[in-house]
């Protein structure tokens, strides 16, 4: 495999603070918290290497994030290639293993249970195998649910899941947890919705198309019992790349964001765009009716709609446990962790998705301007 571009070696750089410049490969760098966790990596002065499907889209992704491409390394390297997952590891220092399969259509479930959790056992048992250190691995909060509790921690055991994706990621969690277990260097990170400027998908990651559609109107069906966790990319980014620092063991750090009600969120919304907006709390029950609704309607329109019928659980389960009100995030403040006000987030949110054609003045309210 020959990436597209070559960098000196990186050992005559002299490292910041307690870490040092490194190799590290990056997988999902197309994707929203990929792309900013290699922009992040370039910017302190690793050498990246990015473990792509196609790379033209690493290409909009570097531009995105105003990288040059000269200073990173493309190699071609399918979740469902591992010889080339393999192969992508060669020679590099470190890995952060940020790409998962997520899809709203319930076609792709057997595929997202199949392949998360084989490309993360792949990507871990070569990285380990080759003497990488650390392995830095990007789960989810959505291990943790349907909620066991009240206090949200990194070290709780992962729950039962709620449909493909939860369960798949549950299944990769397992993998690295089960690295840990004998003091591998894997460090997990377990991200919330995850919100931001600069996401290169056209279509949008999950919890951007959810603000786009309520920023549009779109009446999103939310248990106003439950408290969701909004986290900033940017932050996200930081403790990824911060987290590789050979030499330091297992590790876990919780970035969940701010946990706020839908009601705090919508009116957070109509404090930053002058705007109100609209939210339906149905009762547990009838999301889990809703989330089957809507994933057909999805089907026969052809279109993402803000639920399906594995988030509808998600919500009635976590309505029924009680959900989460507190979360233990102080293990990622070494690295400066948060960076930003979910206030302010939303505000560079809104502005960037409206600077980028995702709805009109009237939908950014104050903010068009």
């Keep these: 495999m020959t990436p597209r571009a070559r960098l000196p070696s990186p050992s005559h750089i002299r490292g910041i603070g307690r870490g040092r410049h490194i190799y590290v490969a990056i997988t999902g760098g197309t994707g929203f918290i990929g792309s900013h966790c290699v922009a992040h990596a370039v910017a302190s002065g690793h050498r990246v290497r990015m473990l792509v499907r196609n790379p033209d889209k690493a290409r909009t992704a570097l531009d995105m994030h105003g990288v040059d491409r000269s200073a990173v390394d493309v190699a071609i390297a399918d979740l469902t290639d591992a010889p080339a997952l393999r192969a992508g590891l060669e020679g590099v220092d470190a890995v952060l293993h940020v790409a998962a399969l997520l899809s709203f259509k319930a076609s792709d479930g057997p595929s997202m249970r199949r392949i998360n959790p084989a ?6 048992d070569s990285a380990l195998d080759i003497g990488l250190d650390p392995v830095v691995y990007v789960s989810t909060v959505g291990v943790f649910m349907p909620p066991r509790g009240i206090n949200l921690s990194a070290d709780d055991d992962p729950s039962t899941g709620c449909g493909p994706y939860t369960d798949s990621k549950i299944a990769a969690e397992q993998v690295a947890r089960r690295h840990q277990s004998k003091g591998a260097p894997v460090t997990c990170v377990y991200p919330g919705g995850v919100i931001g400027p600069s996401d290169p998908s056209p ?9 786009r559609d ?10 106003a019992e439950i408290r969701m966790g ?8 930081r403790v990824c790349v911060g987290a590789l620092e050979p030499g330091r063991g297992p590790r876990r750090y919780l970035v969940s964001g701010d946990m706020v009600s839908m009601g705090e969120f919508t009116e957070l919304f109509t404090t930053l ?9 149905p009762p547990a029950p009838v999301m889990l009716g809703l989330g089957h609704a809507f994933e057909a309607a999805g089907r026969l329109l052809r279109r993402r709609l803000p639920l399906n019928a594995e988030i509808g659980r998600l919500f009635a389960e976590s309505v029924r446990s009680g959900g989460w009100d507190t979360a233990d995030q102080s293990p990622a403040a070494e690295f400066g962790y948060p960076g930003h006000t979910l206030e302010e987030t939303l505000g560079t949110t809104i502005r960037w998705l409206h600077a980028n054609g995702h709805f009109a003045d009237r939908h950014a309210g104050h903010l068009a301007g």
């Design 119 to 124: 490309a993360t056992e792949v990507i871990l």
């Design 203 to 211: 279509d949008l990651s999950d919890s951007m198309a959810t603000l």
């Design 214 to 223: 309520l920023l549009r109107g779109s009446v999103v069906p939310f248990p």
């Design 230 to 237: 909004w986290v900033d990319v940017r932050d996200v980014a």
């Design 273 to 281: 765009t002058g705007r109100r907006f609209r939210h339906l709390s």
